[in-house]
T-cell receptor, first 111, second 111 residues
């Protein structure tokens, strides 16, 4: 079955700097890769996703890149702000299969 | 509704009591999932319903846990004879390929 690893487990950056979180997956059949942001006391919220036929996707300060050959995908946040502080989860999925989530990254943006 | 709703938002119970947690998924979503999240931890898969297929119960931690989904919509997670280690946030998510949307969660505290 699918296995998703996520690094780093914690990340601290200065406000205005960039943050990068990387995930690797094991099942080459996985074709959908979402990222979720979980703020304290709330459920995870989908912030960006990418399908396997695309190498990169951007949405304002957030971007996701996918390397299918190496089986890894990354979340990039530019110009970080204090409100970006949260736990971020990646996931991988193939149609008809269960979602498999990474263990999460706690991002702290220091003012 | 516009999103996944869960009730109650908070539940405090005494050890040994039974509890029921409810999830109302997004209308039209064919799949429904339950996850458990202990304090500061990742997302632990519990059970998955897809259409009229038999549910995937592989994540249920013991036979004290059960779930049903009525009419392909609302789901109830039942925990019998609650234990202190059951204290956690229980998250429901509904899905229509490929999107996967979480509810706000129910925080369960077992005294």
């Amino acid at each position: 079955g699918e296995n998703v690893e996520q690094h780093p487990s914690t990340l601290s950056v200065q406000e205005g700097d960039s943050a990068v979180i990387k995930c690797t997956y094991s099942d080459s059949a996985s074709n959908y890769f979402p990222w979720y942001k979980q703020e304290l006391g709330k459920g995870p919220q989908l912030i960006i996703d990418i399908r396997s036929n695309v190498g990169e996707k951007k949405d304002q300060r957030i971007a996701v890149t996918l390397n299918k050959t190496a089986k890894h995908f990354s979340l990039h946040i530019t110009e970080t702000q204090p409100e970006d502080s949260a736990v971020y989860f990646c996931a991988a999925r193939n149609y008809g299969q269960n979602f498999v989530f990474g263990p999460g990254t706690r991002l702290s943006v220091l003012p | 509704g516009a999103g996944v709703s869960q009730s109650p938002s908070n539940k405090v119970t005494e050890k040994g009591k039974d509890v029921e947690l409810r999830c109302d998924p997004i209308s039209g979503h064919t799949a429904l999932y339950w996850y458990r999240q202990s304090l500061g931890q990742g997302l632990e898969f519990l059970i998955y319903f897809q259409g009229n297929s038999a549910p995937d119960k592989s994540g249920l931690p013991s036979d004290r846990f059960s779930a049903e989904r009525t009419g392909g919509s609302v789901s109830t997670l039942t925990i019998q004879r609650t234990q202190q280690e059951d204290s956690a946030v229980y998250l429901c998510a509904s899905s229509l390929w490929p999107k996967f949307i979480f509810g706000p969660g129910t925080r369960l505290t077992v005294l």
